[in-house]
């Protein structure tokens, strides 16, 4: 957040530079069960922002000195591939990647009924494959649907988007040159069910006035991105009926 910049991010219109109104998402594509190896797997698409999500578990929890006798822990490697970025990333993981991974993984202890496997681990591997701003966000919600997919009990999916402020304008979904020039970033997660917020975390500067519009905004979108993810499982479990009835 550098909030300096000659680049006009929004223009007198309101207008942003990809096109989009100050209360419009990027295109979302998510798709369900896209690898056979995994227990659950997801890829999602927002904007340019590529991201792949696996699930594996419950399983016996390694290192036993984790487990815990009354619930699952679960276990989140969120990590950006060194070439997602156009100026290459160093391989493996950093202080940025393990705060997201634990951040990660505290929102979907949050949906997960994990009291019912005791001394197990749930395993989530998010990879971004490529990268535009809101990839904590978009890892959130490609591993609930993951999770889903894996058949693993839940209180509820959880969509994830980011809100924030550029050119003095507050937006929803940022894109890379409004995170990187604007005011404010907000990643916000929910429960769609309950509207109970999973994620919550705040870069950069607002007002009141201006936080409370960019999380009404964040919850309108979550509940589109919610039945997004809906229908992408919808579609896998109806295609998979098919399938097995033709063999």
């Given at each position: ?6 680049m ?17 998402h990027?295109?979302?594509h ?17 904007g340019k ?5 696996a ?9 036993r ?6 619930k ?10 060194s070439?997602s970025?156009?100026d290459?990333?160093?391989p ?18 949050r ?13 989530v ?9 809101g990839t ?13 997919d894996?058949?693993i ?7 994830s ?14 894109n ?5 020039y ?16 999973v ?8 007002t ?7 999380i ?9 991105l ?5 229908a992408?499982?919808?579609k ?6 098919v399938?097995?009835?033709s063999?």
């Open positions: 957040m550098s909030g300096h910049t000659e006009t991010l929004v223009n007198e219109d309101g207008v942003r530079i990809d096109g989009r109104t100050a209360d419009q990027r295109p979302v998510i798709e369900a069960g896209v690898l056979s190896n995994a227990d659950g797997s997801a890829y999602l698409e927002i922002n590529k991201v792949l999500a699930v594996y578990g419950p399983r016996e929890c390694h290192p000195h984790l487990q815990d006798p009354t699952a822990i679960i276990q989140c490697k969120y990590n950006m591939q070439f970025v156009s290459r990333k160093r493996g993981p950093d202080r940025r990647s393990i705060e997201i991974s634990k951040i990660i993984a505290e929102a979907l202890e949906v997960v009924l994990t009291e019912l496997y005791p001394r197990a681990s749930i395993d591997y998010i990879e971004i494959l490529q990268a535009n701003a904590r966000c978009a890892g959130l919600t490609a591993a609930a649907v993951a999770l889903a894996a058949g009990p839940m209180r509820d999916l959880v969509p988007i980011a809100v924030g402020k550029a050119d003095g304008h507050v937006l929803l979904d940022l890379k040159e409004e995170d990187n604007g005011e404010a970033d907000v990643p916000v997660g929910i429960m769609p069910s309950t509207d109970e917020i994620l919550l975390q705040m870069d950069g500067d607002m009141r006035e201006e936080f409370d519009t960019a009404d905004m964040a919850f309108e979108a979550c509940h589109e919610c039945d997004i993810q809906k992408a499982l919808k896998r479990y109806d295609t998979g009926a399938r097995e009835g063999e």
